[in-house]
T-cell receptor, first 111, second 120 residues
Framework: SQQGEEDPQALSIQEGENATMNCSYKTSINNLQWYRQNSGRGLVHLILIRSNEREKHSGRLRVTLDTSKKSSSLLITASRAADTASYFCATASGGYNKLIFGAGTRLAVHP | GAVVSQHPSWVICKSGTSVKIECRSLDFQATTMFWYRQFPKQSLMLMATSNEGSKATYEQGVEKDKFLINHASLTLSTLTVTSAHPEDSSFYIC????????????????FGAGSRLTVL
């Protein structure tokens, strides 16, 4: 099952610009995470935000969480060509804290 | 850092044969592992939660007799696609949750690089 939607589905920007991706989910969560996937590869964890947190930063990444709207956003500042990848949000819930992934945003950063 | 090895990275098989994919945590123990399936340009769909020493928990709509999961030890889980058919062709990804999470926290999973299955 998928948790929700991400938008945009695809995003194309120039190097140096900021990239914003949004994620919505349906059920109550313990935490929300963002992962990155290069084409045909596994996923790399980027950042985790707990349900009682509203904003978190890690390097060029900024994540917000609005539990009342069941939504989150990921901002990548000063993007680089190497940021080109698919980005997925994932929500953790239940006893096993299993991760359910959103649809993903394919980001292309052009030099 | 935590590393998960997934093998094979790609496999081609004939229709009707069975294929086994291994997911191994190299430098940590993981009582719980997860198996996902991903179609091209789509998201990851959780197939099942694998627990060492007990039966796997399958998500709704996933055939447990079709996708056999065995979590034989604290570092190894296997997914066997039985009697594979072309519609089983997909990218299968495993992930593991460290039993001793350290600084990253218990909620962060480490993913394998994935296994691409093509059934002819």
């Amino acid at each position: 099952s998928q948790q929700g939607e991400e938008d945009p589905q695809a995003l194309s920007i120039q190097e140096g610009e900021n990239a914003t991706m949004n994620c919505s989910y349906k059920t109550s969560i313990n935490n929300l995470q963002w992962y990155r996937q290069n084409s045909g590869r596994g996923l790399v964890h980027l950042i985790l935000i707990r349900s009682n947190e509203r904003e978190k930063h890690s390097g060029r990444l900024r994540v917000t969480l609005d539990t009342s709207k069941k939504s989150s956003s990921l901002l990548i500042t000063a993007s680089r060509a190497a940021d080109t990848a698919s980005y997925f949000c994932a929500t953790a819930s239940g006893g096993y804290n299993k991760l359910i992934f959103g649809a993903g945003t394919r980001l292309a950063v052009h030099p | 850092g935590a590393v998960v090895s997934q093998h094979p990275s790609w496999v081609i098989c004939k229709s009707g044969t069975s294929v086994k994919i291994e997911c191994r945590s190299l430098d940590f123990q993981a009582t719980t592992m997860f198996w996902y399936r991903q179609f091209p340009k789509q998201s990851l769909m959780l197939m099942a939660t694998s627990n060492e020493g007990s039966k796997a928990t399958y998500e709704q709509g996933v055939e447990k007799d079709k996708f056999l999961i065995n979590h034989a030890s604290l570092t190894l889980s296997t997914l066997t696609v039985t009697s594979a058919h072309p519609e089983d062709s997909s990218f299968y990804i495993c992930s593991a949750r460290p039993d001793s999470p350290g600084l990253s926290g218990a909620n962060v999973l480490t993913f394998g690089a994935g296994s691409r299955l093509t059934v002819l």
